[in-house]
């Protein structure tokens, strides 16, 4: 399998502090992987070294076999949801043609094939019907269903989502982790940060369990059969219901 995202002995420093050190990690081509671990682990800080908008300090990140930097390779990002300033005053569609504006440059008017790409993202994420809707007249869920359309209009090989479900409801959170699993399946890399191991178990195809560096990656199944593993992770003692989640799913 090729790598789409490439992080070689990474270190990231911020305020100071080592916040990531030694970190190895690849998504291939196809492969739904989940980032998991305590907070403050350091999920978000990878994602934005992926980005390009932090640079590590050793190490390598690469996607789709060049160097990550800011803006130089369309690579879908969907933030934590109050990253997003939704009270701008633009709508839907508007919003989800921003995630175009990189690869059309910024003086450039949209054409065809870009209001159908925005078209499809939105059909994906089933939201065609609020296109006009100033975004901050929406419901979360539908903000995030907004986000995700964004991330997806410039069709990019890798998709990176922070905690994309907090705070949506179950036929949301139904409808978004079956278009990741799509999504990956045909043919991208997908990279997403949960805090629902359960669903993370049950719906990726690969866990990296994350404590400032990867401590273990590998099937679910495998890892969740690792207690002690956890247990060390995420501080937490015999008693966690963690512990229940992980003995469901080995
Ligand atoms: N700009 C910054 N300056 C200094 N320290 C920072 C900065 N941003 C994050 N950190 C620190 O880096 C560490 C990792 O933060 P990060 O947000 O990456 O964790 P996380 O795993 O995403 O956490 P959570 O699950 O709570 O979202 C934390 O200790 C945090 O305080």
């Given at each position: 399998?090729?790598?789409?995202?490439?992080?070689?002995?990474?270190?990231?420093?911020?305020?100071?502090?080592?916040?990531?050190?030694?970190?190895?990690?690849?998504?291939?081509?196809?492969?739904?992987?989940?980032?998991?671990?305590?907070?403050?682990?350091?999920?978000?800080?990878?994602?934005?070294?992926?980005?390009?908008?932090?640079?590590?300090?050793?190490?390598?990140?690469?996607?789709?076999?060049?160097?990550?930097?800011?803006?130089?390779?369309?690579?879908?990002?969907?933030?934590?949801?109050?990253?997003?300033?939704?009270?701008?005053?633009?709508?839907?569609e508007q919003v989800v043609m921003?995630?175009?504006?990189?690869?059309?440059?910024?003086?450039?008017?949209?054409?065809?094939?870009?209001?159908?790409?925005?078209?499809?993202?939105?059909?994906?994420?089933?939201?065609?019907?609020?296109?006009?809707?100033?975004?901050?007249?929406?419901?979360?869920?539908?903000?995030?269903?907004?986000?995700?359309?964004?991330?997806?209009?410039?069709?990019?090989?890798?998709?990176?989502?922070?905690?994309?479900?907090?705070?949506?409801?179950?036929?949301?959170?139904?409808?978004?982790?079956?278009?990741?699993?799509?999504?990956?399946?045909?043919?991208r890399a997908v990279l997403m940060?949960?805090?629902?191991?359960?669903?993370?178990?049950?719906?990726?195809?690969?866990?990296?369990?994350?404590?400032?560096?990867i401590v273990a990656a590998g099937?679910?199944?495998?890892?969740?059969?690792?207690?002690?593993?956890?247990?060390?992770?995420?501080?937490?003692?015999?008693?966690?219901?963690?512990?229940?989640?992980?003995?469901?799913?080995?």
């Amino acid at each position: 399998m090729s790598a789409v995202v490439s992080v070689e002995g990474v270190a990231v420093r911020l305020g100071g502090r080592l916040v990531l050190r030694d970190v190895d990690l690849d998504v291939a081509r196809g492969e739904l992987v989940g980032l998991i671990g305590p907070n403050g682990a350091g999920k978000t800080t990878l994602l934005r070294t992926l980005l390009g908008l932090l640079s590590p300090m050793r190490g390598t990140v690469t996607i789709a076999g060049r160097r990550a930097r800011a803006g130089a390779i369309p690579i879908g990002y969907v933030p934590q949801r109050h990253e997003f300033a939704w009270e701008f005053p633009i709508s839907v569609e508007q919003v989800v043609m921003t995630g175009l504006t990189g690869k059309l440059g910024l003086l450039r008017r949209p054409g065809v094939a870009e209001w159908r790409a925005v078209d499809e993202a939105l059909e994906r994420v089933r939201i065609a019907d609020l296109r006009t809707r100033p975004v901050g007249e929406l419901s979360g869920g539908q903000r995030q269903r907004v986000a995700v359309a964004r991330a997806l209009a410039p069709q990019p090989a890798a998709l990176l989502l922070d905690e994309p479900f907090t705070g949506l409801d179950m036929p949301t959170q139904d409808l978004l982790s079956e278009l990741f699993a799509s999504l990956a399946r045909e043919g991208r890399a997908v990279l997403m940060t949960t805090h629902d191991i359960a669903g993370a178990i049950h719906g990726c195809d690969r866990l990296a369990l994350l404590d400032r560096t990867i401590v273990a990656a590998g099937s679910p199944q495998r890892l969740a059969r690792d207690a002690g593993l956890w247990m060390r992770t995420f501080g937490v003692g015999e008693r966690s219901p963690l512990l229940r989640i992980l003995k469901a799913a080995a």
